[in-house]
T-cell receptor
Framework: DTGVSQNPRHKITKRGQNVTFRCDPISEHNRLYWYRQTLGQGPEFLTYFQNEAQLEKSRLLSDRFSAERPKGSFSTLEIQRTEQGDSAMYLC???????????FGEGSWLTVV | AQSVTQLDSQVPVFEEAPVELRCNYSSSVSVYLFWYVQYPNQGLQLLLKYLSGSTLVESINGFEAEFNKSQTSFHLRKPSVHISDTAEYFCAVSERGFGNEKLTFGTGTRLTIIP
């Protein structure tokens, strides 16, 4: 078991471009979460999947953001028409059915220039 | 809805001295409580958690935290810190029961160990 894996770890993109991040959760974890962390702040919840179903979305997740988990395993987070305010670390996490502990990946840094 | 307050944004401590990082929470329902640690340029690692039972929980690297329901606190302590403890520490809560899966984090406390 290698933990939650995220890639790319770093992405620099020009304003207006689209970016996609991938998350591979811990195997057999059916719950998957996306958080966003900006400098000097704690992580903020974005969205949550149970298997392939997206069960909750934060108001932070604007229409430019879309997350999928097509087969209930890995997940992607796409940001369309990026803005400088999207610059942050995007954290993926997963948990098992007892959901008492959420395990985080190392995050994907996004810099929009 | 829950909220978490970490009053100290930065805590400098001399090596081998004790430290306490404060965490207070607000929630209308029972909660689970967590401390996560984040080393520079890395993701979050679970340090310790309180789910039920004994109100004093310990980590493998000498940290401990005590759940105090009356004071709605979950302060993190270590009797003697090491240089390698330099990191940012986040307190987090989640609601017990079904239907609410997400963690709510505090703004973090940056612990700096002074040699």
């Amino acid at each position: 078991d290698t933990g939650v894996s995220q890639n790319p770890r770093h992405k620099i993109t020009k304003r207006g471009q689209n970016v996609t991040f991938r998350c591979d959760p811990i195997s057999e974890h059916n719950r998957l979460y996306w958080y966003r962390q900006t400098l000097g702040q704690g992580p903020e919840f974005l969205t949550y999947f149970q298997n392939e179903a997206q069960l909750e979305k934060s108001r932070l997740l604007s229409d430019r953001f879309s997350a999928e988990r097509p087969k209930g395993s890995f997940s992607t987070l796409e940001i369309q028409r990026t803005e400088q305010g999207d610059s942050a670390m995007y954290l993926c996490a997963s948990s098992s059915a007892d959901r008492d502990t959420i395990y985080f990946g190392e995050g994907s840094w996004l810099t929009v220039v | 809805a829950q909220s978490v307050t970490q009053l100290d944004s930065q805590v400098p401590v001399f090596e081998e001295a004790p430290v306490e990082l404060r965490c207070n929470y607000s929630s209308s329902v029972s909660v689970y409580l967590f401390w996560y640690v984040q080393y520079p340029n890395q993701g979050l690692q679970l340090l310790l958690k309180y789910l039920s039972g004994s109100t004093l929980v310990e980590s493998i690297n000498g940290f401990e935290a005590e759940f105090n329901k009356s004071q709605t606190s979950f302060h993190l302590r270590k009797p003697s810190v090491h240089i390698s403890d330099t990191a940012e520490y986040f307190c987090a809560v989640s609601e017990r029961g079904f239907g609410n899966e997400k963690l709510t984090f505090g703004t973090g406390t940056r612990l700096t160990i002074i040699p």
